[in-house]
């Protein structure tokens, strides 16, 4: 763990559809506000290879009124911290317009900013912690290797998942390239490190840390505005872009 507070983008994907009952929990009480998941990353420049978000089944979610125009979808906790961080009206005011269980937002259709997929699916995950980020993660198997393997049990066990297939269709899409792993940093760590499943909880940490480290130093962006650039360079920029285009906002804890 990092010792100074973490730098987190909060990611905002709007909803385009709710799941049948998401939309029975919501009806009549976000007074007309446009609804974003959001999801807290620390890296923004993958955002051209989202495939779906993932929320925690046994995680309570709130939808927080941001202003008169927008609710978020986030843990408590988070929308607490975004109070005090200026990304709401009031300073300090946390106004929860519904509380939400994590198992009722599986099936939602979301808008991805930035995405190869402009629309995808929130699934579920087992190990989203409700006591980082914002509870709510997006996915991006081409970098992240805790996202891949989730991706690829969802396939494999969708109806003990109880997802659609169809939900989980989206393949992981090429964003950044390394030389000693190619376009597809993570599942080629996954694959090296012979990581079965979500539950192999210590070799995904080993491997989330090879992964992180060779993007960061070896990568160069494949996609996007940044195309041809080091991911070291590239990172700054595509989150500022995020941001100035509303799409995103600095989330720190
Ligand atoms: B990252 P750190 Cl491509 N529970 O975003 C579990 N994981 C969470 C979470 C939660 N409540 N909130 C955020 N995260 C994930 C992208 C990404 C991320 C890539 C590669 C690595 C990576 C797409 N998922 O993280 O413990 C989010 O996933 C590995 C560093 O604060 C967030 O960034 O360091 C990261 O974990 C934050 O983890």
């Known amino acids: 763990e990092a010792l100074g507070p973490q730098e987190y983008t909060g990611i905002k994907m709007h909803v385009v559809t709710w799941s049948d009952a998401a939309a029975k929990a919501i009806e009549g009480k976000v007074g007309g506000r446009k609804v974003f998941?959001?999801?807290a990353t620390l890296r923004p420049e993958t955002m051209y290879g989202q495939t779906n978000?993932?929320?925690?089944?046994?995680?309570?979610?709130?939808?927080?009124?941001i202003n008169n125009d927008?609710?978020?979808?986030?843990?408590?906790r988070a929308a607490r911290n975004m109070a005090f961080?200026?990304?709401?009206?009031?300073?300090?005011?946390?106004?929860?317009?519904?509380?939400?269980d994590g198992s009722v937002l599986v099936g939602t259709k979301i808008s991805a900013p930035?995405?190869?997929?402009?629309?995808?699916?929130?699934?579920?995950?087992?190990n989203v912690l409700a006591t980082k980020g914002t509870g709510v993660v997006t996915s991006v198997p081409s970098d992240s290797p805790d996202d891949y393997q989730t991706l690829m049990d969802l396939r494999k066990k969708a109806e003990f998942y109880k997802i659609d297939p169809s939900w989980a269709s989206f393949d992981p899409v090429p964003v950044i390239t390394s030389p000693t792993y190619g376009d597809m940093i993570a599942p080629a760590i996954v694959k090296k490190l012979k990581i079965q499943s979500q539950k192999d909880i210590k070799q995904l940490a080993e491997a989330k840390e090879i992964a992180y480290k060779e993007g960061f130093y070896s990568g160069t962006m494949l996609v996007g505005e940044f195309a041809g650039q080091s991911v070291q360079d590239a990172k700054p920029k595509v989150r500022e872009s995020l941001?100035?285009?509303?799409?995103?906002?600095?989330?720190?804890?």
Do not use: H
């Open 37 to 39: 998941l959001v999801a």
């Open 53 to 65: 978000c993932f929320v925690g089944t046994a995680i309570k979610y709130g939808v927080f009124a």
């Open 70 to 76: 927008e609710a978020f979808v986030c843990t408590y």
């Open 85 to 100: 961080q200026g990304t709401t009206d009031v300073r300090g005011q946390v106004q929860q317009l519904l509380e939400i």
């Open 114 to 126: 930035f995405s190869i997929n402009p629309e995808v699916y929130v699934l579920p995950m087992d």
């Open 243 to 253: 941001i100035e285009m509303g799409l995103a906002f600095a989330y720190a804890e």
